[in-house]
């Protein structure tokens, strides 16, 4: 955290994270891995810690921070090296929950938001659909009234990180079957167990292993009027909300990636010895992970200052979007390079390079696509 951008507060929670990661994390992320999620009690922990309730109001158990302290916890979990672990817990915290803590009704509030922070009810967004990905817009998912009581959902939702272990969920569905396009989207908060609401099945996925990602499906699955969260109709624009938030977050959980990758290869290649000496003695070697050491440096001030923008209230949909695009390329060309400096050993699953390289694929992908992305950079150049 050596940056003009952070206090002494924020310095100091980067060290509590990383002795966190390192006394919890590191000894245990490949039984993870194995399960395929985080036990709840890790979660639990974090929460006891504070980890989980940065952002939130000190009267629900949180500690009011900015958006400089999500760039710092998701960097440190991404130096974990272990993406599953991190995405678990960022979505809980800056991907899913912000949606309750900014839309819900005071009684919204006091019933789940003290829960959330203390890490007993983990929380799951609903947006992505099996034909509208990027596109919310094109989201099918419908919720009928149901005379003044409430409202019926049917649709599916997929790749829903979470979905298997969440115990609230925010549900995007259309309310409006006659409005097009962005209009008539609204969130539902749907709990656990709810009549109708089935995950259908968990999904093998080539990284993030330790991350659970469902299929969510509603066929007739009743929910309450009280569970309509913020204003009906007004869903499409409370998640667009949110993304700057969550790319950011991404951002910064890529480059901390990236980092350990470098710090990994550095410790390899000085050991590894070929054609008489070292790998670190060749100067190909060194140049080429010296320039990755430096565009991922420039990656880390990107993310910092797109974040230092929103802490302050400032427009920065321009500077977010090239964090998504550019942290989200970056990472993966760093994970590239770091493996073959491993040689033969990257591509065995027991080189902790080679789950770091599969993990680093969706980075271009999830959250908005690298493409995406650029779109939104292209239309505001010259602006």
């Known amino acids: 955290m050596d940056s003009v951008y952070f206090s002494e507060e924020h310095r100091m929670l980067g060290d509590q994270l990383r002795r966190f990661v390192d006394e919890e994390v590191r000894p245990n992320g490949e039984s993870w891995e194995a399960a395929g999620r985080i036990p709840r009690a890790v979660l639990a922990r974090m929460g006891e810690l504070g980890f989980l309730g940065m ?9 009011a921070l900015d958006t400089l302290a999500s760039v710092v916890l998701a960097e440190e979990l991404g130096r974990s090296g272990f993406g599953g672990f991190a995405i678990t817990v960022l979505v809980h915290t800056d991907m899913a929950s912000p949606h309750l803590a900014r839309y819900g009704s005071p009684e919204q509030l006091e019933r789940y938001l003290p829960q959330v922070i203390r890490g007993e009810a983990i929380t799951a967004i609903g947006v992505t659909e099996p034909d509208a990905g ?14 003044n009581r409430g409202w019926v959902l049917n649709g599916a939702k997929t790749f829903i990180t979470n979905g298997a272990q969440a115990d609230l969920y925010f549900i995007a569905a259309r309310t409006d079957p006659e409005a097009k396009g962005a209009r008539g989207l609204s969130i539902f908060i749907v709990e656990k167990g709810a009549a109708g609401f089935t995950v259908a099945r968990t999904l093998d996925k080539m990284g993030w292993r330790a991350s659970d990602t469902a299929e969510l499906v509603f066929e007739d699955c009743f929910v309450s009027s009280e569970n309509l969260l913020g204003e009906e109709s007004h869903g499409f624009y409370q998640i ?52 990755l050491a ?14 230092w923008l929103d802490a302050q209230g400032r427009d920065c949909v321009r ?7 550019y942290c989200g390329e970056l990472v993966n060309e760093v994970m590239y390079a770091c493996q073959q400096f491993h040689g033969g050993m990257g591509y065995m699953r027991e080189s902790a390079i080679e789950r770091m390289a599969r993990d680093a694929r ?11 992305m650029l779109e939104e950079v292209a239309k505001r150049l010259g602006h």
């Not at 952002?55 to 500690?63: C, L, Q, S």
């Not at 500077?319 to 695009?325: D, F, G, L, N, W």
């Open 55 to 63: 952002r939130y109001p000190e009267r629900y158990g949180g500690t």
């Open 134 to 147: 990027s596109d919310v817009a094109a989201l099918r998912t419908s919720a009928e009234r149901s005379g």
């Open 240 to 291: 667009m909300d949110n993304f700057q938030n969550e790319r950011t977050v991404m951002g910064a959980m890529a480059m901390g990636e990236a980092q350990r990758a470098i710090e990994i290869t550095l410790d390899y290649v000085k050991t590894r010895k070929a054609f008489g000496g070292p790998l670190w003695d060749k100067q190909a070697i060194r140049n080429r992970l010296a320039m």
């Open 294 to 307: 430096a565009k991922v440096e420039a990656g880390r001030q990107l993310v910092y200052h797109a974040a």
């Open 319 to 325: 500077e977010v979007s090239m964090v998504k695009a």
């Open 362 to 372: 969706i980075h271009s992908i999830g959250g908005g696509a690298t493409e995406v």
